[in-house]
């Protein structure tokens, strides 16, 4: 089992940044590729970015690339999204995923077994 708790959501204007955090605890040597997603109301969830464990290849959608960077920390256990730029279509509930398995694209959601409980960001205009 893996735990995924995520943190760091909040409000901020247009153009503004924010860092949100996965803390990660369980057998994560287990873990092939951790990810981030977001699902804004009435929407379906969607891939934002993923990183290949311990090998670091990062995906990223294509609304984001450039603006947002996913990275992990081994020491402490995170996975971090830094979001710069940032948008009010950025504005969504955003989940920390994580897989043992490979053979999904890196942004299908069916794919990822274990999820954090979210955190809000919310991007005014």
């Known amino acids: 089992q893996v735990q995924l708790v995520e943190s760091g959501g909040g409000s901020v204007q247009a153009g503004g940044s924010l860092t949100l955090s996965c803390a990660v605890s369980g057998n994560t040597l287990s873990i092939k590729r951790w990810a981030w997603f977001r699902q804004a109301p009435g929407k379906q969830r969607e891939g934002v970015a993923a990183i290949w464990n311990r090998e670091y290849y990062t995906f990223y959608a294509d609304s984001v690339n450039g603006r947002f960077t996913i990275s992990q920390d081994k020491d402490k256990n995170l996975v971090t999204l830094q979001m710069n730029s940032l948008k009010p279509a950025d504005t969504a509930m955003y989940y920390c995923?994580?897989?043992?398995?490979?053979?999904?694209?890196?942004?299908?959601?069916?794919?990822?077994?274990?999820w954090g409980q979210g955190t809000q960001v919310t991007v005014s205009s």
């Open positions: 995923a994580a897989t043992p398995i490979t053979g999904y694209r890196w942004d299908d959601k069916n794919g990822y077994d274990y």
